[in-house]
């Protein structure tokens, strides 16, 4: 049963139960002026909230107060499956969350063989976002492809290319290493077609070896380990809300 009042909860209630800071220090945020709610700076210690619908800000990020809201980055390892489950008991994502306590979704897919960074949540009006066209949300991508790489390469990526299904080109692309027969490139991108990194990379003679998705956004995959699932920060979190325009 709820103990609160119909009216809502005290705001620095709130922010303590976010894990922002202890009622307190969310006390000295709010005097500080650092708190905003629904767009408006707030300084009473009195102020009450929804925090099923308010839109709370600390330091212009905004803050995840709704309990039930989780956001996680996975590791997707290679060979397995962006699926919950696979009817033909391949390894798949749903096998890393089965005993999980809250229902869980991936955000887009990476094809069995790409490993690397794919967000999982259960905040719908994120992922959908996160996964629309009409927003635009980086993913970086780091290949093994067959060295050396031409110079000219990069101008005809960004330039654009034309594929099957039309026209593509990526954001950004440079060379990061060279080796031997091989090379390291990082491609940079907003599409979300179907293996539509390897498809590029291949239509200028790059065929891809391996691929890792090593960012989203301001979402790094950084040093996690493979198979490994860790909580986004809050300021994760707030960077991707405004990146799909869920900032007010």
Same mark, same amino acid.
């Given at each position: 049963?709820?103990?609160?009042?119909?009216?809502?909860?005290?705001?620095?209630?709130?922010? *303590? $139960?976010?894990?922002i800071a *202890?009622?307190r220090?969310?006390?000295?945020?709010?005097?500080?002026? $650092?708190?905003?709610?629904?767009?408006?700076? @707030?300084?009473?210690?009195?102020?009450r /909230?929804?925090?099923?619908?308010a839109?709370?800000?600390?330091? +212009? /990020?905004?803050?995840? =107060?709704?309990? %039930?809201?989780r956001? #996680?980055? !996975?590791?997707?390892?290679?060979? =397995?499956?962006?699926?919950?489950s696979?009817?033909?008991?391949?390894? *798949?994502v749903? +096998?890393y969350? $089965?005993?999980? &306590?809250?229902?869980?979704f991936?955000?887009?897919?990476? &094809?069995?063989?790409?490993?690397?960074?794919?967000?999982?949540?259960?905040?719908?009006?994120?992922?959908h976002?996160?996964?629309h066209p009409? !927003?635009?949300?980086?993913?970086?991508?780091?290949?093994?492809?067959?060295?050396?790489?031409?110079?000219?390469?990069?101008?005809q990526?960004?330039?654009?290319?034309?594929?099957?299904?039309?026209?593509?080109? /990526?954001?950004? #692309?440079r =060379? @990061? %290493?060279?080796?031997?027969?091989?090379?390291m490139?990082e @491609?940079?991108?907003?599409?979300?077609?179907?293996?539509?990194?390897?498809?590029?990379? &291949?239509?200028? %003679?790059?065929?891809?070896?391996?691929? /890792?998705?090593?960012?989203?956004? +301001?979402?790094?995959?950084?040093?996690?380990?493979?198979?490994?699932?860790?909580?986004?920060?809050?300021?994760?979190?707030g960077?991707l #809300?405004?990146? @799909? +325009?869920?900032?007010?």
């Open positions: 049963m709820n103990s609160e009042p119909p009216e809502g909860v005290r705001l620095q209630k709130v922010l *303590s $139960r976010a894990g *202890s009622r220090a969310a006390e000295d945020l709010i005097a500080q002026g $650092r708190v905003k709610v629904d767009g408006s700076v @707030v300084t009473e210690f009195g102020r /909230v929804d925090p099923d619908t839109v709370i800000h600390v330091d +212009d /990020v905004r803050v995840v =107060v709704r309990e %039930d809201m956001y #996680f980055a !996975f590791n997707k390892p290679r060979g =397995v499956h962006t699926t919950m696979d009817d033909r008991g391949r390894p *798949s749903g +096998d969350i $089965r005993d999980r &306590d809250e229902r869980l991936h955000v887009g897919r990476l &094809d069995a063989e790409t490993e690397g960074l794919l967000l999982l949540t259960n905040d719908g009006d994120l992922a976002r996160l996964t009409s !927003f635009v949300v980086n993913k970086t991508y780091l290949a093994e492809v067959p060295g050396p790489v031409p110079r000219t390469i990069g101008r990526l960004r330039a654009g290319i034309e594929l099957d299904d039309g026209p593509a080109r /990526v954001d950004a #692309f =060379v @990061v %290493d060279t080796s031997g027969g091989r090379a490139v @491609v940079v991108l907003h599409e979300g077609r179907n293996h539509i990194v390897r498809r590029l990379l &291949d239509a200028v %003679d790059l065929p891809v070896r391996t691929l /890792v998705r090593t960012q989203i956004g +301001d979402v790094h995959l950084g040093n996690q380990r493979s198979g490994a699932i860790r909580p986004l920060t809050r300021q994760e979190i960077s #809300f405004a990146a @799909v +325009d869920l900032v007010r």
